[in-house]
């Protein structure tokens, strides 16, 4: 088994047999061996250092009713929201003052918050924020609209697949959502020249492993410069409400391989992660992740973002907790980077 993994180390690829292998291996000892040397990539990279992305959950209203999200369109017991231009400003205003260089903007598909509203927001970030980056999280929308936000100023897109599998991908989505059409935003994105995330849920109902080898398969034609990998977690409100949320340690491995796969890829130990394990955050970084993504948006609309239940967003998960988080890095010899930490190019 160890071998898969050494191979992996060094042709950053694998027959899919040795993806099977590593993502159904329940013994401890390989697992350790594979957190360690992707550890081990990350560090040569990056060394000790964590960057951290300040998100701005600028919107719950969504036009989309995604099976397995808290904020879908068909779900009556949340209080929407929707962040005017002037609060979003003050978030960045404290996320500067805090050390924060990344702005990630996410949000449902919330078409009342128009493209020219969201070219404008980006605008106005950019002029008082020359020196950050400004990342959009806000979903699919038609390539000219998204060439509009680059020229506006933003450099980086998540979009996560959810999965490259069509058949499961209608298994999680109402009829009107178009794998389609996901997989062509993202290649827009990339030719438009955004560092592009995407990613998945581990774990998702319906989901097997040679869904999940797919996608291995997928991210790696892709080579996106930044890849969101996070636990499935329930929400009560959604038609999944009942299902099992995914298994920590297969997010773990998938962690690991992306990691040996792509070595300077911006990897995040995600709030989903950090939701469902205690310590999950520490347990990502230590498998390979590199970002960690605090929580800049206002107090008192935090609560309603609710993507799944129990969504974290204090402590360590807060943007003014930033000295939780710190201390938490620093017992596992880690420190935050307060860089931009854009995604750079090595040959080797
Ligand atoms: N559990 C885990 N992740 C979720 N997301 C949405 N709903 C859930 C859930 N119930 C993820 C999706 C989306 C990202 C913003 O949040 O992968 O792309």
Same mark, same amino acid.
């Given at each position: ?6 191979? !992996? ?5 694998? *027959?899919?047999?040795?993806?099977? +292998?590593? =993502? @159904? ?8 061996? !594979?957190?360690?040397? +992707?550890?081990?990539?990350?560090? @040569? ?9 300040? !998100? ?5 209203? /969504? ?5 397995? /999200? ?16 002037? @609060? ?16 990630? =903007? ?25 020196? /950050? +980056? ?8 038609? *390539? ?7 020229? $506006? ?16 991908? %209608? ?14 935003? =993202? ?9 592009t995330g995407t990613g998945i849920m581990v774990g998702s109902p319906g989901q097997t492993v040679e869904h999940l080898i797919d996608d291995i398969h997928f991210i790696s034609r892709l080579r996106p410069e930044m890849i969101g990998i996070g636990p499935f977690?329930?929400?009560?409100d959604t038609p999944f409400g009942n299902q099992p949320a995914g298994s920590i340690e297969q997010t773990l491995i998938l962690l690991s391989i992306f990691r040996l796969m792509h070595p300077n890829a911006l990897i995040p130990a995600t709030t989903a992660l $950090?939701?469902? +394990? ?18 800049? %948006? *206002? ?7 609710? !993507?799944?239940?129990?969504? $974290? ?24 980077? @307060? ?10």
């Amino acid at each position: 088994m160890k071998q898969w993994v050494d191979r !992996l180390r060094i042709e950053k690829s694998l *027959p899919s047999e040795g993806y099977r +292998a590593l =993502l @159904t291996c329940r013994d401890a000892e390989t697992m350790e061996y !594979l957190h360690r040397q +992707a550890r081990e990539v990350a560090y @040569t990279y990056f060394g000790n250092r964590i960057y951290i992305r300040g !998100l701005i959950e600028i919107s719950n209203c /969504c036009r989309n009713n995604c099976y397995y /999200c808290g904020i879908r369109k068909g779900n009556t017991h949340i209080e929407r929201y929707r962040l005017s231009q002037e @609060t979003i400003l003050e978030c960045c205003t404290q996320g500067y003052e805090l050390g924060f260089r990344t702005f990630v =903007l996410q949000g449902g598909e919330d078409r009342l918050q128009s493209a020219d509203w969201i070219e404008e927001t980006v605008s106005i970030i950019r002029k008082q924020f020359p020196d /950050c +980056a400004i990342t959009l999280s806000l979903g699919e929308y038609p *390539p000219e609209e998204y060439k509009r936000f680059f020229r $506006a100023g933003a450099n980086r897109y998540l979009l996560r697949h959810e999965t490259y599998n069509q058949e499961h991908y %209608s298994l999680l989505h109402p009829v009107e959502m178009s794998w389609k059409h996901r997989i062509s935003c =993202l290649e827009s994105l990339k030719n438009i020249g955004f560092q592009t995330g995407t990613g998945i849920m581990v774990g998702s109902p319906g989901q097997t492993v040679e869904h999940l080898i797919d996608d291995i398969h997928f991210i790696s034609r892709l080579r996106p410069e930044m890849i969101g990998i996070g636990p499935f977690i329930p929400h009560q409100d959604t038609p999944f409400g009942n299902q099992p949320a995914g298994s920590i340690e297969q997010t773990l491995i998938l962690l690991s391989i992306f990691r040996l796969m792509h070595p300077n890829a911006l990897i995040p130990a995600t709030t989903a992660l $950090a939701t469902l +394990a205690p310590n999950g955050r520490e347990k990502g970084i230590l498998a390979g992740a590199n970002v960690v993504m605090p929580n800049l %948006s *206002p107090g008192n609309e935090r609560k309603k973002y609710e !993507l799944y239940n129990n969504k $974290a967003s204090l402590g360590a998960e807060a943007a003014e907790g930033l000295s939780i988080l710190r201390k938490q890095l620093q017992t596992i010899g880690y420190e935050i980077s @307060t860089e931009k930490g854009d995604f750079w190019k090595r040959e080797n």
